[in-house]
């Protein structure tokens, strides 16, 4: 089976950085990806790595460890609309582009 | 500019009455997915079209079908709606080639289906 893990939920203060953690055991894998889903809205993309490092995108960053199964998004300089769930999602390699998704982490920003 | 479209965005059914979702898509990609969310819970992949080729997940219902008339149109059909159908349903699309972030998933805004 494929397994990916994230925190369930994490709180953190206005304007402060959080990290959320993703690992992941899977039987293939061609890219991670994590999106961003507001209560009651689609996901939509944040980012992806498929090499090891760092990606940054604005206050947004990923990071990779292919050999750790390990993932991480850094949120910096959280603002309340940041409010939402992070999934973690596992890009098998397989035809068609399958992805397996985590739990998700949501995240509460308070003021 | 809305690039996947569903409707309805909220669906009420009576338990065993056949329902269907639709999803439209203007950005021309070749891969049409469909998943079922509940609450609080992950996306779980049901089935997706690569193309006309259908891929159905092995753990997906019977009770779970879909059809893809063209590129741009993909249906789920439920034939026998049961309590544990009440879900989001959602639907993305991606490129099917090229690797890295050409397969980037765009979801649409999901259905909401309730079954009474």
């Known amino acids: 089976g494929q397994n990916i893990d994230q925190p369930t939920e994490m709180t953190a203060t206005e304007g402060a950085i959080v990290q959320i953690n993703c690992t992941y055991q899977?039987?293939?894998?061609?890219?991670l990806f994590w999106y961003q889903q507001h209560a009651g809205e689609a996901p939509t993309f944040l980012s992806y790595?498929?090499?090891?490092g760092l990606e940054e995108k604005g206050r947004f960053s990923s990071f990779l460890s292919r050999s750790k199964g390990y993932s991480y998004l850094l949120l910096k300089e959280l603002q309340m609309k940041d409010s939402a769930s992070y999934l973690c999602?596992?890009?098998?390699?397989?035809?068609?582009?399958?992805?397996?998704f985590g739990g998700g982490t949501r995240v509460l920003v308070k003021p | 500019d809305a690039m996947v479209i569903q409707n309805p965005r909220y669906q009420v059914t009576q338990f065993g009455k056949p329902v269907t979702l639709s999803c439209s898509q203007t950005?021309?990609?070749?891969?049409m997915y469909w998943y079922q969310q509940k609450s609080s819970q992950a996306p779980k992949l049901l089935f997706h079209?690569?193309?006309?080729?259908?891929?159905n997940e092995a753990d997906t219902p019977d009770n779970f079908q879909s059809r893809r008339p063209n590129t741009s149109f993909c249906f789920l059909d439920i034939r026998s709606p049961g309590l544990g159908d009440a879900a989001m349903y959602l639907c993305?699309?991606?490129?099917?080639f090229g690797g890295g972030t050409q397969e980037t998933q765009y979801f649409g805004p999901g259905t909401r289906l309730l079954v009474l």
């Open positions: 950005l021309n990609h070749n891969v």
């Open positions: 790595n498929v090499l090891d």
């Open positions: 993305a699309t991606s490129r099917g």
């Open positions: 999602a596992v890009d098998l390699g397989a035809a068609g582009n399958k992805l397996t």
């Open positions: 079209y690569y193309d006309k080729d259908f891929n």
């Open positions: 899977t039987s293939g894998f061609n890219g």
